[in-house]
């Protein structure tokens, strides 16, 4: 007995000095998705805001896979020390409905730090789509179903479940053409190949202001402070049409918890940072308030939104494997 006390007592010992000392080196955070993608920008500015927080570099780490399973994967298997990140989007509360052979569940197997930013999503189309807004959109999709593509970011991604819901409350159906990220995708919306994109307004922004692209609405309630000029799908009498992107940040399931709680805080500082901050606007995107910025607000987001997406994804039938 007193050499298992005596293990504890220098096992509480080695953990408070561990978590003292962090963190000593650089981290990594992980992007499941390809380099250039709306999550990608995204944790390029938060890597550099937590950066200055922690004293440390923090260094972003791309795996991309359908879905951003590989990534999460990745992180799930590391060592719980809190060097290794990971930065997933609305896309890790479609998974567990996505596929059967999903090998983690992200209502357990993580430790939360919390949310950083929501991105709202546009609809685009093809420069030289003929209707000139979206009330004639909607009843150029009526009269030519299956006719039109309706390209997505990837299997599982916001874009696919933006395509989704459009279908759905235009009781409508479209050619969905699955690409293997948002850039390959908006390079084939801008050069005519395909119709119609609905994706977040981080990849849209600059094309629909140069005018490579035409721009129908946003997935917002009100208007975007980056696009004022742009109606939203729900003023022009798309229902309850709502989808915006937010994205998390986790840490693998066991890490210390004096150690998340200092990644909690720098993520808060990142969140409040000005220069991240101005970097998000300017995107289009919307840092959250550093009150959310929680362990407890990220689960909330995560366990509301599997309720929400996982019937839509079972009724179409909207499944990778």
Not at 82 to 93: D, E, K, S, W
Not at 136 to 149: D, G, M, P, S, V
Not at 222 to 230: D, G, I, S, W, Y
């Amino acid at each position: 007995m007193r050499l298992i006390t005596a293990f504890a007592i220098g096992w509480l010992a080695c953990s408070a000095s561990f978590a003292e000392s962090f963190p000593s080196r650089p981290l990594t955070l992980v992007v499941p998705f390809s380099p250039g993608g709306p999550t990608d920008v995204v944790a390029r500015h938060l890597s550099a805001a937590m950066g200055r927080s922690l004293g440390q570099s923090v260094v972003v780490e791309n795996r991309a896979s359908t879905g951003g399973i590989v990534g999460s994967e990745f992180v799930v298997r590391a060592e719980p020390n809190g060097y290794t990140l990971l930065i997933h989007n609305i896309g890790m509360a479609t998974l567990p409905a996505l596929t059967k052979r999903l090998r983690f569940d992200p209502t357990r197997d993580f430790d939360y730090i919390g949310l950083v930013a929501d991105v709202p999503m546009t609809l685009v189309a093809r420069p030289n789509l003929a209707p000139s807004g979206f009330s004639e959109l909607r009843a150029y999709i009526a009269a030519n179903q299956r006719k039109i593509n309706l390209a997505n970011a990837g299997i599982g991604t916001a874009s696919h479940l933006c395509g989704l819901m459009l279908m759905s409350q235009l009781h409508a159906a479209m050619t969905s053409i699955p690409y293997k990220g948002a850039a390959p995708a908006m390079v084939d919306v801008q050069g005519g190949q395909v119709d119609l994109l609905c994706d977040q307004v981080t990849t849209t922004l600059q094309p629909i202001n140069t005018g490579r692209v035409k721009a129908y609405g946003s997935t917002t309630s009100q208007r975007l402070a980056a696009l004022p000029k742009l109606p939203t799908l729900h003023e022009q009498g798309l229902g309850q049409f709502e989808v915006t992107v937010w994205h998390g940040v986790y840490a693998p399931k066991g890490t210390p918890r004096p150690v998340v709680a200092k990644l909690v805080k720098a993520l808060q500082d990142a969140v409040g940072d000005a220069a991240f901050r101005e970097g998000m606007l300017k995107l289009g995107a919307i840092p959250v308030a550093v009150d959310r910025a929680t362990p407890e607000a990220l689960s909330q987001q995560l366990r509301s939104e599997i309720a929400r997406w996982t019937p839509v994804i079972k009724q179409a039938n909207a499944f990778i494997d």
